[in-house]
């Protein structure tokens, strides 16, 4: 299902460190300590809409993104987990999970195009990588 | 899978109109005349984040938002779909599905949070409802 020769797309290289791979996607931590905020990118190569994917892959990606929206929002408590696949940018097929509050710095706004990332302290990062690539755990069955 | 007494939010109710049922979603055009613009709210009451439904609805749930993004741009040739579950404002689950195009009213941004809503023309809503209803005719499959 997946491309041994996946490339992750430069942009998405440069804001991001990865996680773990699930069966479909590999899960991204945005670094950007305004939002808890993970991505997801199947790895495939070559798709920009989710219904480029055959039907099996979509099935496979949408629970993968439920799966990381609810270990999310548990992780958290965030008030509300919001997913976008916008694209409109990066056209890498990739999927937005972003842990919400009130109060915080684009709410109740989306976190797209709103202000700057503010990429997270050396230490900070690592130990939010460990922990949340503990929270995603294996692939959602 | 759907409940009978479900209702539609206020929200909703004013910002858009009915396109048609599918086995889970009501299918709703956003009378924005900036976008082509779909939101899918499942007949479900008191859902609000994606993963409160079943697994066997969330699975209809998405075939059923990958349906009408495929359709939608069949129909428009936009450049991009935006997909998005936000709910910051309104709380009942619902999936936008947007036609997007370079130089758009909010592009490359995203639509949520961007200006104001226009109203389309009443002749012209009717139209489009007309011709979006069709497009999306029955469930997928």
Same mark, same amino acid.
Request: negative net charge; glycine residues 6%.
């Given at each position: 299902m997946t491309d041994p020769n996946f490339d992750l797309?430069?942009? /998405?290289? !440069?804001?991001?460190?990865?996680?773990?791979?699930?069966?479909l996607a590999r899960l991204l931590l945005m670094n950007d300590r305004r939002f808890p905020w993970i991505i997801l990118v199947?790895?495939?190569?070559?798709?920009?809409?989710?219904?480029?994917?055959p039907a099996s892959a979509r099935t496979v990606l949408w629970r993968e993104v439920d799966a990381a929206a609810s270990? /999310?929002? !548990?992780?958290t408590r965030a008030l509300k987990i919001n997913i976008g696949a916008l694209g409109n940018i990066v056209r890498q097929l990739h999927i937005h999970v972003v842990a919400r509050n009130e109060g915080d710095g684009a709410w109740p706004g989306p976190v797209?195009?709103?202000g700057t990332r503010i990429p997270y302290e050396a230490g900070r990062l690592k130990a939010l990588t460990t922990q949340f690539a503990a929270m995603l755990g294996s692939a959602p069955s």
């Open positions: 797309h430069a942009q /998405l290289e !440069a804001d991001t460190v990865p996680l773990v791979d699930w069966p199947p790895r495939v190569s070559g798709a920009s809409e989710i219904f480029d994917l270990k /999310l929002k !548990a992780e797209w195009g709103s």
